[in-house]
């Protein structure tokens, strides 16, 4: 008898479509000189005012694939260095690393982030000291080796969340109560974010956090689509509800995106932690607001996703595999089900962490994803293929997309037409 998943496939009749390769161009500046962005910005500060010799500044440092973050938060040492001080690396990043502490060591060094690189310790604990009672009635955390510096510096990307709304998502804020809230504030705040958002909550306990924790400065990362530095900003702590908003406005402007509303299967070659907080950004996929679906407000409207593997930098961890509808069991075999159960539990969203539909092979996933898209014929269906959602500059295309691409200036064909070819494995390759 066959395998359930072969017999199924064997009651289709699939044809893959034909595809091509595609460019495209996005808007946004790219910054060259990162060190003397950073030194200049935090300069521009006078933080030499509230810095003495001798004084110990904590720099925090999250767990997002962030560009040129080893030479930012290098760059941003020395510079505490330059003020006669004493900095220190702590990991900010909530649960992440399972939730332990030698798992963030393992995470900051993914990313290239170690004593050596940086040239200053790294502590790394999941112990916290409670900063205050917010006015929603729950404790707020926060490290307990930044908590014991006399100075904090925290370094993080500003853009789109994947599941928060309004003028606060991922930025400053989130770094200073969720990241640096480790395991126990970030599962406090993922409870909390049921009854209430983000930026009612951010904006209600931040200040206290600021000035009882010592905040003396963020440095705000923006990217453009390319995944390049495009800008670096210092701001002073009591601005950071402010300015926050505003930097998350420039930063979705130039976004990545796919570059077509509508696709009957998207494949996603890998998602990881280091791609999104969600393993692939919603933002992205359209599915930020339903998990397998998109909302009548969101776009694209992606019938199908398949994904085909997870990042080494997640190390196991496969929260977002259950934004996806399809998979193989070479993708489940990866799953580090502590890891993943830790963040998704953290978070309290239990159903990114859900497995889909997986088969034996990739063929059989696609194959499976065609048919079940709608009337359309298989060789016709709307599919595009993507490295993950981060790198979505070049992307691979069916031929239903061919007209529209050829009439947009932005978008470059740059193969010929081929076919999909798989291994005897049944594995995807490449042209």
């Known amino acids: ?15 893959f479509p034909k595809l091509f390769r595609v460019r495209q161009r996005f808007q946004g500046p790219r910054l060259d000189d990162v060190v ?25 440092a999250g767990s997002r694939g962030i560009a040129n973050i080893t030479v930012i938060v290098k760059a941003t040492v020395d510079y505490v260095k330059q003020l ?55 404790d707020v955390h926060f490290d307990r080796h930044a908590f014991a510096a006399d100075h904090v510096i925290v370094c993080g990307r500003v853009k789109l969340h994947t599941t928060f709304q309004g003028e606060i998502q991922s930025g400053l804020m989130k770094m200073l109560l969720i990241g640096l809230g480790k395991h126990r504030g970030a599962r406090i705040y993922h409870r909390a974010f049921r009854d209430f958002s983000f930026d009612q909550i951010a904006r209600s306990v931040s200040s206290t956090v600021i000035k009882q924790c010592r905040v003396v400065a963020g440095v705000a990362i923006l990217e453009n689509g390319y995944e390049q530095t495009a800008r670096i900003e210092a ?17 979705s402007q130039w976004i990545a995106r796919l570059p077509f509303d509508t696709a009957d299967v998207l494949i996603v070659d890998q998602i990881g932690k280091n791609i999104s907080g969600t393993g692939l950004d919603t933002n992205v996929v359209g599915r930020k607001t339903n998990l397998n679906a998109a909302h009548e407000h969101e776009s694209p409207k992606i019938k199908k996703i398949v994904v085909r593997g997870l990042t080494p930098e997640t190390h196991g961890n496969a929260t977002g595999i259950g934004v996806a509808d399809l998979t193989t069991q070479k993708v489940v075999d990866q799953i580090d089900q502590q890891a993943t159960r830790v963040n998704c539990i953290t ?5 990114v962490g859900m497995l889909p539909l997986s088969y034996p092979t990739e063929r059989e996933a696609i194959e499976t994803a065609l048919s079940i898209t709608g009337l359309r014929p298989s060789t016709e269906a709307r599919l595009i293929r993507i490295a993950n959602t981060l790198e979505l500059e070049e992307m691979i295309c069916s031929e239903a997309y061919l007209s529209e691409v050829r009439e947009r200036p932005e978008l470059e064909i740059v193969s010929d037409v081929y076919t999909m070819v798989f291994n005897e494995e049944g594995e995807l390759i490449d042209e």
């Open 1 to 15: 008898m066959l395998p359930q998943a072969s017999l199924q496939n064997t009651e289709v009749n699939v044809s």
């Open 36 to 60: 003397a962005k950073v030194h200049g910005e935090l300069t521009s500060l006078d933080l030499s005012q509230q810095i003495v010799p001798g004084q110990r500044v904590a720099i925090a």
């Open 84 to 138: 006669g001080a004493q900095p220190f690396i702590v990991p900010a990043m909530g649960s992440h690393g399972g939730a332990t502490a030698e798992g963030q060591l393992g995470v900051l060094e993914t990313y290239g982030i170690t004593e050596d690189s940086c040239g200053c310790p790294i502590l790394a604990s999941m112990d916290t000291h409670v900063v205050c009672k917010s006015d929603e009635g729950f």
């Open 235 to 251: 701001v002073r702590p009591e601005h950071f509800s402010i300015r926050e908003p505003e930097l998350l406005k420039l930063s």
């Open 347 to 351: 978070s309290g969203r239990t159903e």
